[in-house]
């Protein structure tokens, strides 16, 4: 499982779409107990692994060092009764904390550093694009 971009499905939120994925599972074969959420969250992280065998899925020595720190203390993660079921159906992707790649720090605390200037330099070439497709016959 994975997003592939803001032009299918205008979010780019894996818990979103593991959600759909575990969701349209039951609704087709009208099996709420098919594709469990532990399987789900498999789907979207240790299998997905795999399938492009990349070296991430599992935490040691010599692996990447890449992981989502997330905030289980957040409202959509309460009470906590099971975590599988918490990050599919009810966390998002507000509920990370801190994201490491490649033991870089990319996010702490919800704050990427120069998120100001990504996000104005996202929207002038956001303006650019629409200004280009606009003047096209």
Same mark, same amino acid.
């Given at each position: 499982?994975?997003? +592939? !971009?803001?032009?299918?499905?205008?979010?780019? +939120?894996?818990?979103?779409?593991?959600?759909?994925?575990?969701?349209?599972?039951?609704? #087709?074969?009208? @099996?709420?107990?098919?594709?469990p959420?532990? @399987? #789900?969250?498999?789907?979207?992280?240790?299998?997905?692994?795999?399938?492009?065998?990349? @070296?991430?899925?599992?935490?040691?020595?010599?692996?990447?060092? +890449?992981?989502?720190?997330?905030?289980? +203390?957040?409202?959509?993660?309460v009470? !906590?009764?099971?975590?599988?079921? @918490?990050? &599919?159906?009810?966390?998002? !992707?507000?509920?990370?904390?801190? &994201?490491?790649?490649?033991?870089?720090?990319?996010?702490?605390?919800?704050?990427?550093?120069?998120?100001?200037?990504?996000?104005?330099?996202?929207?002038?070439?956001?303006r650019?694009?629409?200004?280009? #497709?606009?003047?096209?016959?």
């Amino acid at each position: 499982l994975g997003t +592939d !971009g803001c032009s299918s499905n205008n979010c780019l +939120d894996m818990f979103q779409t593991l959600k759909f994925a575990a969701l349209l599972q039951k609704h #087709v074969t009208n @099996d709420t107990t098919c594709l469990p959420a532990a @399987d #789900v969250w498999a789907m979207g992280t240790t299998t997905a692994a795999r399938a492009f065998r990349l @070296d991430i899925g599992c935490i040691g020595e010599g692996r990447l060092a +890449d992981m989502i720190l997330v905030d289980l +203390d957040r409202p959509e993660c309460v009470p !906590g009764y099971k975590l599988h079921s @918490d990050l &599919v159906y009810s966390a998002n !992707g507000y509920c990370v904390d801190t &994201v490491l790649c490649n033991g870089r720090v990319l996010m702490h605390r919800r704050k990427v550093s120069g998120e100001e200037d990504i996000i104005a330099d996202a929207r002038k070439a956001a303006r650019r694009l629409m200004r280009a #497709v606009s003047k096209k016959p």
